[in-house]
């Protein structure tokens, strides 16, 4: 971790599904030490513009239930995070696992935090 709200990543996808598609979402965790927002934001605090351009981002709302052993009956929802930078007019939607850890990298078209 760069610091307590900010995750140090070192690679880019190459898979252009990886955090666009919900069968694909990005796999923070946390949730069962409650700090499954907090790692979203975290992750999100590590991302960049393509040109190392300063991020925004707003959590949409959950979504999308899938099958978890971490979630509460089985069950865990992604959340949908809606996430643009200054001189872009897209706005990118990013689908984040708080319940599974996975190995964590910027999306496609994105940049990493130096």
């Known amino acids: 971790m760069r610091n307590n709200s900010t995750y140090i ?6 898979d252009p ?3 666009y598609h ?3 979402p ?3 965790g946390g949730v069962k030490k409650n700090e499954g927002p ?3 934001r ?3 605090n590590a991302l960049t513009g393509p040109n190392g351009e300063e991020v925004s981002y707003y959590r949409k709302g959950s979504c999308c239930a899938f099958k978890t052993r971490n979630g509460y009956l089985g069950t865990g929802l ?3 995070y809606k996430v643009t930078w200054e001189g872009t007019t897209d706005t990118f939607s990013i689908y984040i696992n708080m319940y ?3 190995p964590l990298k910027a999306p496609k078209g994105f940049g990493l935090k130096k």
Do not use: P
Not at 9 to 14: N, V, Y
């Open 22 to 24: 919900v069968n694909n």
């Open 26 to 28: 990005i796999k923070v």
């Open 42 to 44: 975290r992750f999100l």
């Open 17 to 19: 599904t990886y955090g």
């Open 100 to 102: 599974d850890f996975g």
């Open 38 to 40: 907090l790692n979203e």
């Open 78 to 80: 992604l959340d949908l």
């Open 9 to 14: 990543l070192t690679e880019i996808s190459t």
